[in-house]
């Protein structure tokens, strides 16, 4: 009777061989994880943002080509962007004003990283209006920033509320420059 518990693969206590069940078990929950990772991978990758998404997060503008008094209107994430190449004129008003009597105080230097290019979003903070005055003979409001004519709000060459129902500054987006000709928004 020994002989025939030899050749079927027990030992003498009547277990099997305990390292090849160990085996089978590690083989078995390895399969199991790449298995659900297979299954789960679609499902977390699906929550990424398209690709027409990614494109939108940064823009390049060259703004070597904005002459002094000019401005030009850019899209960033589907919403306007005034980049003003501000002159001598509207840079002394921006910083000639006392920010303790705005609205939303902010001085101009934490507004813009070089004081001659003014970046801002174009879009009023009181109900989502594209303001005038980006392009030439447009109103620019009793301070010649912009004006936005829904509810008669005032910004003005540094994009401060200056008058009017809008609660807070024309938003300064986040931008770099890449060189001193090229900057990137967002």
Request: net charge negative; proline share 6%; aromatic share 6%.
């Given at each position: 009777?020994?002989?025939s ?12 061989d305990?390292?090849?069940r160990d ?17 789960a ?10 690709a ?7 823009t ?14 850019v ?6 962007v005034?980049?003003?190449h ?5 840079i002394a ?5 006392d ?6 105080p902010?001085?101009d230097?934490?507004r ?6 003014l ?15 980006q ?7 009793d301070?010649?920033g ?11 060459t540094s994009?401060?509320?200056?008058k ?11 931008y ?11």
């Amino acid at each position: 009777m020994a002989n025939s518990k030899a050749k079927s693969g027990t030992a003498e206590n009547g277990v099997q061989d305990p390292e090849r069940r160990d085996f089978i078990v590690v083989a078995t929950y390895a399969m199991g994880a790449v298995g659900a990772a297979a299954v789960a991978w679609p499902l977390i990758d699906q929550m990424n943002p398209a690709a027409d998404t990614l494109a939108l997060a940064s823009t390049e503008v060259d703004v070597s080509k904005i002459v002094e008094g000019q401005a030009i209107t850019v899209t960033w994430r589907g919403k306007p962007v005034f980049i003003r190449h501000r002159t001598k004129d509207e840079i002394a008003r921006a910083n000639a004003i006392d920010s303790g009597e705005l609205r939303h105080p902010e001085e101009d230097e934490t507004r813009v990283q070089k004081p001659e290019l003014l970046v801002v979003v174009g879009v009023c903070t009181h109900l989502g209006c594209v303001p005038l005055g980006q392009k030439t003979g447009e109103v620019k409001g009793d301070y010649e920033g912009w004006f936005c004519p829904c509810h008669g709000s005032h910004y003005d060459t540094s994009g401060r509320i200056r008058k009017g129902p809008a609660p807070t500054n024309l938003e300064v987006p986040p931008y770099t420059f890449l060189s001193d000709s090229v900057i990137r928004i967002g």
